[in-house]
Nanobody, 121 residues
Framework: QVQLVESGGGSVQAGGSLNLSCAAS????????MGWYRQAPGKQRELVAG???????NYADSVKGRFTISEDNAKNMVYLQMNSLKPEDTGVYYC???????????????WGQGTQVTVSS
């Protein structure tokens, strides 16, 4: 079993900042990839930012220059620093991770329960 737990969501005014954290625990041999996704009401879940283990982040065009994804491999954690927030950033933010549970086992995608981010104008 693998658990992903997000934290750091909340309500802010436009222009504000939030820092999301996601901690992975459980049966983890290695983590290939971690990312942040969001789902706004009535819309599909979309990728916000992702990072391969030891790599650099990739971002949705809508957040480039405002959001920064980072990882701490030793702690199995990923962070999302969100600056200059806009009302359109509102949604439930989910952490996703591709986790390899054993040396001979392929990676599987796991999801956290989500954390709400609300940006008011």
């Amino acid at each position: 079993q693998v658990q992903l737990v997000e934290s750091g969501g909340g309500s802010v005014q436009a222009g504000g900042s939030l820092n999301l954290s996601c901690a992975a625990s459980g049966s983890i041999f290695s983590i290939n990839y971690m990312g942040w996704y969001r789902q706004a009401p009535g819309k599909q879940r979309e990728l916000v930012a992702g990072i391969m283990s030891g790599g650099t982040g990739n971002y949705a065009d809508s957040v480039k220059g405002r959001f920064t994804i980072s990882e701490d491999n030793a702690k199995n954690m990923v962070y999302l620093q969100m600056n200059s927030l806009k009302p359109e950033d509102t949604g439930v933010y989910y952490c996703g991770a591709d986790v390899r549970p054993g040396v001979a086992q392929p990676p599987r995608r796991h999801w956290g329960q989500g954390t709400q981010v609300t940006v008011s104008s």
